[in-house]
């Protein structure tokens, strides 16, 4: 193929990416040079903005209690539920890649919970089923433990939507159940010549021969943690309550901006969170260097 | 782990560039989502103007289906009367509502006749979207009582009027404070009197059914007690009216009534809002609750499954401190192109007697005095309670305080959210109420 051809008429390729190329524009770039902009501001909604120069930033890192608040909450879901959740998918698919006539079935069953998972409608059953005279307190109670509702124990609170997270494990799991499918069979029988038990297997077969995938996994949740609002939001009714301990930094960031019309302040939230998650994924490819292995197409 | 084989690196940073990519596409999806939301708000929808001679008027109010039946009928009637003008409604659930109202402000193209909160109408009047009742827009105020129209007045302007008027009562059930041997709460009650009932009460029932509902995180019922104490929430210049002393006093109150026993647990009281989903009495947890008495309806005792009963406050002082409240106000949009027929529909609503018949207390007692008199005799049930308490404690009510400043509603949502941290024993009522005074003032001033 010649490159001749490709560049015989330009303004037909430039005319069929021109829906993507105006979308990227007006829907994606605009509206962030414009909040990039706002968060140097005080903007109310009503009133023209006002520069504030680093003001927004200043008061969000030193006087604003709820902000560090809301940080303190979100690494901590980020930290639990992440790991939590790749774990679970793993497990999952590891039981899952063994044949079975039913495996489609039950691949369909385990990523359901997936699909409705960023929806409200999960996030409203999950609050009674773990609210106050819900499923899970009676159960407890009925063992002889009384733990009251979790949705309204501070101490509790964030479990309960670490868990909703863990139970959404159907994306990572089948991306696992891929990469497990790519693992060479001999590899295997291999290490079965070799007498090697299935941890010993596990280990130095398949965690080595999965861990790209595992870098895949570990990047796109962390992002998600990072990024989660809904089940925040609906399970705590829009506060972040009781007493804050759900108060994800997305949620504060929303009350500053459409509850408190303080949007200039939200958009300099919203671009630090940009810059950490930046930061954090960078750390992340960082450290792939020690632990991912990548097989290559080159014979071994 | 096994590390990677070092003949690899090249291929292995390729690797990693290509999901790198795939980061920055998430991260650019991060942006999109948060920064997108930003853009819809400055959204804007265009104003319309009849040119067929009719004027077209738009209207918009928070509120249920019930009450949107009788609206509809008002706004039905008054087209009826006033062929020139048709008037589109629409309506939604009070959080939605006003966040749609701010980004329509914002943009320009407002309702022309818009219900306005008691809380925001300074706030809307200080952004200059408001007009004032004028001559342009004339609307006959001469049967509303001047306490409840001075709370639609900003620096002696009227840029809102009221659409009904509600004050402060005590919801309580008769057959349990009955059964538990409690006095009833009647005019002159104290909070002494309150502190001992409802610990008779969740006794009596060994705590199946607590006394009442923790009642020290709802900004409205301390500004009760602040006034019985003579103070005020605001000062005229908009500032606190009231010390950390005063938060920590009324704390100690409440908390020392929870921790006895009396007032329900904090796993109730944190998701008090308002609604009746979340209301502990109305599950039965709880003999009583502070309320306004707008709330009851026709269907208040379906509601609550029994039957209920309403008292004034409970004062130690000589001041009762409730005042009536505008329960909701009407405001006309400052870019309105028909301020003249927005008043005339305004006027229309409150003082015309067919539509104050039609519109019963679905929006609080009506505030034409001649309507509210009339109505009094075709009510029954609920509504009637509601009528006859406010009769009872109609001469003791003094005058609505000034539209509050600028941040109000952050402060109100401030307040229940740091005593949530004395409920649950993580502070104490002095160092939550130190706390709550410093971001309250933040709130206020930035």
Known sequence: ?300 | MTPADPSLARRERKNGMRASTRGKAARVAVAIMALGALVAGTAACGGDSGDDGKVKLRFAWWGNADRAEVTERVVELFERQNPNITVDTSFAEFNAYFQKLTTEVAGGGAPDVIQMDYRYVREYADRNALLEFSDTATVDTSEISTSLLAGGKIDGKLYAIPLGQNTQEFTYDPAAWEAAGAEVPELGWTWEDLAVATARISAATGEQTYGAVDFGGIEDWFEVWLRQNGKDLYTDSGELGYTADDVTAWWELTNGLRQSGALTPADLSTKVDGSQANDPMVKKLAAAGFAYDSSLTAQTFEIYGREIAIAPFPSSSADLGQYAKPSMQVCVFKRSKHPAEAAAFIDFFINDPEASEILGLSRGMPVNQTNQQTIGQTLSGPPKLAYDYEQLVADKLKEAPPPPPKGAGTVKSTFQRIYDDVIFDKASPQSAAERFLKEAKQALTS
């Open chain 1, 1 to 300: 193929m010649s490159r001749y051809r490709h560049d015989e008429r330009p303004a037909i390729a430039y005319l069929f990416l021109s829906p993507w190329v105006a979308g990227a524009l007006l829907l994606t770039i605009g509206p962030m040079l414009a909040s990039l902009y706002l968060s140097f501001t005080d903007y109310d909604l009503f009133t023209t903005p006002a520069w504030v120069g680093l003001d927004n930033y200043r008061r969000m890192l030193t006087e604003d209690d709820r902000f560090l608040a809301s940080v303190w909450v979100t690494l901590r879901y980020v930290l639990i539920s992440t790991p939590l959740k790749l774990a679970a998918a793993l497990g999952v698919a590891l039981l899952l890649n063994r044949a079975s006539r039913v495996q489609g079935a039950y691949r369909s069953a385990f990523y359901a919970p997936s699909l409705l998972g960023t929806s409200v409608a999960v996030a409203l059953v999950w609050r009674a089923i773990f609210d106050r005279q819900g499923v899970v307190e009676r159960t407890f109670a009925a063992l002889g433990i009384e733990t009251g509702g979790w949705t309204t124990n501070p101490r509790l609170a964030l479990i309960v939507l670490v868990l909703l997270a863990v139970w959404q494990f159907g994306a990572p799991m089948v991306i696992f159940l891929a990469g497990l499918k790519q693992i060479p069979p001999e590899l295997y029988d291999a290490s079965a010549v070799d007498g090697a038990g299935w941890w010993r297997t596990f280990r130095s077969v398949t965690l080595p021969m999965l861990s790209p995938v595992i870098l895949f996994n570990l990047v796109l949740e962390t992002i998600h943690a990072f990024q989660s609002f809904t089940p925040a939001y609906i399970v705590s009714n829009g506060r972040g309550g009781p007493s804050d301990s759900t108060l994800f930094y997305t949620l504060y960031l929303y009350q500053r901006g459409f509850t408190e019309f303080r949007m200039g302040y939200a958009s300099a939230m919203a671009w630090l969170l940009l810059a950490v998650i930046a930061v954090v994924t960078a750390l992340v490819f960082r450290t792939a260097r020690l632990w991912v292995f990548y097989s290559g197409e080159e014979p071994r």
